[in-house]
């Protein structure tokens, strides 16, 4: 574990950080009108929620322009990681295979997923 303690993002920062990982970097109103087609939002809680981000260190803010233009600070494979080992030890008991049975069972995996998958597996055999 590194020295520097993992800050673990609402759901909200989380909707957030995915326009964020999916945009690159982005203005308070293009996140905005990102989360607008989804949820009813009010731009003022966008703003506030990145603010606060901003401080917690989720995201970086470049200022040196009149609209600021905001990045992740997070990786998006490092916060998965986080988030599904947390998930893994505190629902499912610390077992991988309690957690893709329940979610395999649940929901539909496509064939090519189900290859992927497949493929993974095989490869975690031979190791």
Known sequence: MSAT?????????????????????????????????????GYTTTLKLMQIMHEKGLVKRDDSFKTHIYHPAVSKEKTQKHLLGKMINTLFGGSPTELVIQALGNHKASPAELEEIQQLLDNLKKQ
């Open 5 to 41: 303690k993992y800050i673990k993002p609402t759901e909200s920062e989380l909707e957030i950080l995915q326009v964020l990982w999916g945009r690159d970097s982005a203005s308070v109103r293009e996140v905005h009108e990102e989360l607008a087609k989804t949820k009813d939002v």
